[in-house]
Nanobody, 124 residues
Framework: QLQLVESGGGLVQPGGSLRLSCAAS????????IGWFRQAPGKEREGVLC????????LYTYSVEGRFIVSRDNAKNTVYLEMNSLKPEDTAVYYC?????????????????WGQGTQVTVST
């Protein structure tokens, strides 16, 4: 079974921080690029950040530049998304996705495996 499971979502106040995890099971993330995506209510899904199999990063949306950090721990078969200085407009369901390529897809439309998503709500 090839599976990605996101966790760490929840309710946070504006200006706060949150760390999401994307854990893989049934396969190793070595050799995969991992992308983070989000979908806000009534809006299309958008790419956020990607980390390639060598640890290089690709920014998909400038709205999170300087605030979000993506990292990976291959020993734990897990990828993380650290979100800082959160804004209400960051509210969305966040998904992770995996593509077996060294480099991150550009544009962000070629990922094979997807998680179920975790809700992030930024509100008072």
């Amino acid at each position: 079974q090839l599976q990605l499971v996101e966790s760490g979502g929840g309710l946070v106040q504006p200006g706060g921080s949150l760390r999401l995890s994307c854990a893989a099971s049934g396969f190793s993330l070595d050799g995969y690029s991992i992308g983070w995506f989000r979908q806000a209510p009534g809006k299309e899904r958008e790419g956020v950040l990607c980390i390639n199999s060598g640890g290089g990063r690709l920014l998909y949306t400038y709205s999170v530049e300087g605030r979000f950090i993506v990292s990976r721990d291959n020993a734990k078969n897990t990828v993380y998304l650290e979100m800082n200085s959160l804004k209400p407009e960051d509210t969305a369901v966040y998904y992770c996705a995996a593509q077996m390529n060294y480099y991150c897809p550009d544009p962000a439309n070629q990922f094979e495996y997807w998680g179920q998503g975790t809700q992030v709500t930024v509100s008072t």
